[in-house]
């Protein structure tokens, strides 16, 4: 064994500010910092955190003394974020408007026309996206693994497998109708497989499950699933009351959705024995989500009856704000009830589902995050190649920015849906993404804080992150 290298860190910045209780200004931070290492513009290092608040409060730690000490003047420290539910592997697509005539159909062709079936390509995109959140201060990620030619597929697992994210890759199924004995086979093989193959060494990534949605998926197949996953440990994710479609066709037995399945040859009448009852999706999962623990992501239309529910099976609900905007939602069904979940005792993460449904961008943040994180996978060629050019950061911060503006939610309530919840939706250590003391933590991410625009004593520097439009710079990444 190699002896371990550790020193002791001490972080002086204009503030300090976690969603646990860590929240000074001036703020510092004290770290005990193991076996680091260069990547990229950050440094890849274990992290302990010894102290953190006031400077003060800091100096009275007996490793102060000895630290070494850089300084972050005009910034503010935050834990490392926590991007809950995205499609790296989508990222080649780049950003698309949404096409309001085809609506979620038409967004759905999109991705299966687009959608790479080659491994090398699906692995230049996933790295491409991993670059894009580490870019955006993200350092844990829940991503679905999409499947290759209709099969579950662990190829972008184990291209995430090779850069520092932490998280999980859930590898998604489809399993409805006619095509539900091939899936079985599939996902069978797909276990076994995976049973057999070797994990990358010092990974923080696991694999998880992901039967697609109430509206793809069975509920025989939906109990595959949490079999699967309950005999290997594996986390479950799966999409849940999503759109008018899946509404429609989950209630009804009608709607789009059919008729595309009809259109596949993949209906079946005996699918009628599940759907069509006037249940809503949650409502159709629900002995699903008391027989396994998931997350569940979007639940954009959700009743009374719904949010017990979830609340019942303590099920973590993934809520991506830019992406409800994008596909309207809002205006079929009203907005977003994750307040009331959160009333209910249900943690709401966050999510920005994947890079077709976010803003393009045009400064390139993510480029030196590309070099640091192609050169450690050994990929030869360039991740960027098959992109948009456009620099969309997928980072979390910009769904609290969205949420706070619109919603004037409390600066620390919309930290803690970005960094805790998206621990406690992956099955990750929520105190990774504070800075508790005697925590491991995930990451530290400095934010440049405009002071004089918001320079009233009632804004705290919470409050100007929010409201500002400053790139969040990752510092350090936990090993
Ligand atoms: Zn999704």
Redesign the pocket.
């Known amino acids: 064994m190699p002896q371990r290298t550790t020193t002791i860190l001490r972080l002086n910045a204009l503030g300090i500010e976690d969603a646990l209780a860590a929240s000074a200004s001036p703020g510092s931070l004290l770290l005990e910092v193991s076996d680091a290492e260069a990547f990229g513009p950050a440094t890849l290092a274990g992290l302990k955190v010894l102290a953190a608040g006031s400077p003060a409060l800091v100096d009275r730690h007996p490793a102060a003394a000895r630290a070494q000490v850089r300084n972050l003047e005009g910034k503010v420290l935050i834990p490392a974020m926590v991007n809950a ?1 995205t ?1 790296l592997d989508l990222t080649h697509i780049g950003p698309r408007p949404f096409d309001r005539a085809s609506g979620f159909m038409g967004f759905v062709q999109t991705v299966r026309e687009h959608r790479h079936s080659d491994a090398g390509a699906i692995e230049a995109s996933v790295l491409e996206g991993a670059a894009r959140l580490l870019a955006g201060g993200v350092v844990a990620v829940g991503d ?1 693994a999409g499947a290759v030619k209709g099969k579950p597929s662990d190829a972008a697992h184990r291209s995430l497998a090779k850069t520092p994210l932490w998280g999980v890759s859930f590898v998604e199924y489809f399993a409805i109708g006619a095509m539900e004995r091939a899936a079985c086979d599939w996902i069978e093989q797909f276990a076994g497989d995976f049973d057999n193959a070797e994990t990358p060494p010092g990974s923080r990534l696991r694999v998880g499950l992901q039967p697609h949605a109430p509206n793809t998926v069975s509920p025989a197949m939906y109990a595959m699933g949490v079999d699967l996953a309950r005999r290997r440990g594996w986390p479950l994710m799966t ?1 849940l009351s999503e759109t008018a479609e899946e509404l429609e066709f989950v209630g009804q037995g009608l709607g789009p959705q059919r008729a595309f399945l009809e259109r596949m040859g993949l209906w079946e009448d005996r699918i009628l024995e599940d759907i069509g009852r006037g249940r809503t999706p949650v409502g159709h999962v629900g002995a699903i989500l008391d027989a396994a623990r998931f997350a569940a ?1 979007h639940v954009n239309y959700a009743t009374d009856t719904d949010i017990e529910t979830l609340a019942l099976t303590e099920t973590p609900v993934v809520y991506c704000p830019r992406a409800s905007i994008y596909f309207e939602v809002d205006q079929q069904f009203g907005p977003h009830r994750y307040g009331d979940m959160m009333r209910a005792g249900i943690p709401v993460a966050l999510g920005t ?1 994947s890079v077709i449904n976010l803003p393009g961008g045009k400064v390139d943040w993510a480029a030196p995050w590309r070099e640091a994180i192609t050169k450690r996978a050994g990929v030869v060629k360039g991740a960027s190649e098959d992109t948009d050019g456009q620099a969309t950061a997928m980072s979390v911060l910009d769904e609290m920015r969205t949420l706070y503006r619109r919603d004037a939610l409390d600066g620390a309530v919309v930290l803690g849906m970005g960094t805790m919840d998206g621990a406690r939706a992956l099955g990750l250590d929520p105190l990774a993404f504070t800075f508790k003391r005697g925590a491991s933590i995930a990451g530290v991410v400095a934010i440049e804080v405009d002071q004089k625009r918001w320079a009233a004593e009632h804004w705290r520097n919470i409050d100007r992150i929010m409201l500002g439009s400053e790139r969040p710079e990752l510092l350090y990444i936990g090993k």
């Open positions: 539910h499609h679905i999409h992501v589902d």
